[in-house]
């Protein structure tokens, strides 16, 4: 498994695309807000840092097919994963439009 961070894909962009998708900020399973996994060791860019995208890789070095944006509980620490091809997909059409 590797971590990859795309500067296109920020926390925001997510949120965008899942509100656009009509997916709820609130757990599924407990109700709670949840939080979008971004890369910000500094703490300072919020919604605006790149978001997690973990890639999984095989034995044989090859890559599998797609990775995976996350959201994280922080109540019950249910973990959603959204594929990034309907996210890229999501912000290629954004791009074009604006
Ligand atoms: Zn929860």
């Given at each position: ?27 599924p ?7 979008t ?19 999984h ?42």
């Amino acid at each position: 498994m590797t971590i990859q961070l795309d500067e296109r894909v920020t926390g925001a962009a997510l949120m965008r695309f899942l509100r656009e998708r009509g997916v709820a900020d609130s757990c599924p399973m407990c109700g709670t807000h949840m939080s979008t996994s971004v890369h910000d060791p500094a703490g300072v860019l919020e919604d605006e840092a790149p978001a997690v995208r973990v890639i999984h890789v095989m034995d044989d070095g090859s890559r599998r097919g797609y990775g995976e944006f996350l959201r994280v509980c922080p109540s019950c620490g249910f973990i959603h994963y959204i594929r990034d091809i309907e996210v890229l997909a999501y912000l290629d059409e954004e791009g074009d439009n604006g």
